[in-house]
T-cell receptor, first 118, second 115 residues
Framework: DAGVIQSPRHEVTEMGQEVTLRCKPISGHNSLFWYRQTMMRGLELLIYFNNNVPIDDSGMPEDRFSAKMPNASFSTLKIQPSEPRDSAVYFC????????????????FGEGSWLTVV | DQQVKQNSPSLSVQEGRISILNCDYTNSMFDYFLWYKKYPAEGPTFLISISSIKDKNEDGRFTVFLNKSAKHLSLHIVPSQPGDSAVYFCAASGWSDNQGGKLIFGQGTELSVKP
């Protein structure tokens, strides 16, 4: 079975440019999360969707960040304009919710998109 | 404002000994807790979990302990093996949260198991 698929795996861009990260969740999953990994804050939740609807975007750093989920099999995280402090690994994760059991809270991660803004 | 905290950024243990990784949380509404393991250049993978109705869950060499009164959980690995060397993330969720139980992660602890 295919896991969560993220692209690109690596992106190097210049400050001020637009960056778009993409995610395909596991087929059948209806919750999708975007996380950012930093040394100071660990895995920081940016936004998550249930059934394609954004539920909580309180973790989105600022207006330069936006996320969409136009359908159940695709999501994007966009940074415009990008800044050097946005350099990090961005993870997408998915799960099926509600599963009816607490273990349904287990989420499955993609391999991440490594972003470097110079 | 970190709701889930892992105060030890790193831990080094000898092969065969016990590894104990700690995690503290502040939100009393959390009722489901998970540990994830992450190797370099890979995404985190689920390791073990525990619900708030239990105080211990065991899976092979891995045991998670939950102390609700102290808002503390720990992961024990016995015996530790070099392949266990990775970053371990603690996560917490409010299953009863009608917004879908978002997972909040700690900062991670890097475990190094030396042969």
């Amino acid at each position: 079975d295919a896991g969560v698929i993220q692209s690109p795996r690596h992106e190097v861009t210049e400050m001020g440019q637009e960056v778009t990260l993409r995610c395909k969740p596991i087929s059948g999953h209806n919750s999708l999360f975007w996380y950012r990994q930093t040394m100071m804050r660990g895995l920081e939740l940016l936004i998550y969707f249930n059934n394609n609807v954004p539920i909580d975007d309180s973790g989105m750093p600022e207006d330069r960040f936006s996320a969409k989920m136009p359908n159940a099999s695709f999501s994007t995280l966009k940074i415009q304009p990008s800044e050097p402090r946005d350099s990090a690994v961005y993870f997408c994760a998915s799960r099926y919710y509600p599963s009816g059991i607490p273990s349904g809270n287990t989420i499955y991660f993609g391999e991440g998109s490594w972003l470097t803004v110079v | 404002d970190q709701q889930v905290k892992q105060n030890s950024p790193s831990l080094s243990v000898q092969e065969g000994r016990i590894s104990i990784l700690n995690c503290d949380y502040t939100n009393s509404m959390f009722d489901y807790f998970l540990w994830y393991k992450k190797y370099p250049a890979e995404g985190p993978t689920f390791l073990i979990s525990i619900s708030s109705i239990k105080d211990k869950n065991e899976d092979g060499r891995f045991t998670v302990f939950l102390n609700k009164s102290a808002k503390h959980l720990s992961l024990h690995i016995v015996p530790s093996q070099p392949g266990d060397s990775a970053v371990y993330f603690c996560a917490a969720s409010g299953w009863s949260d009608n917004q879908g139980g978002k997972l909040i992660f700690g900062q991670g602890t890097e475990l190094s198991v030396k042969p």
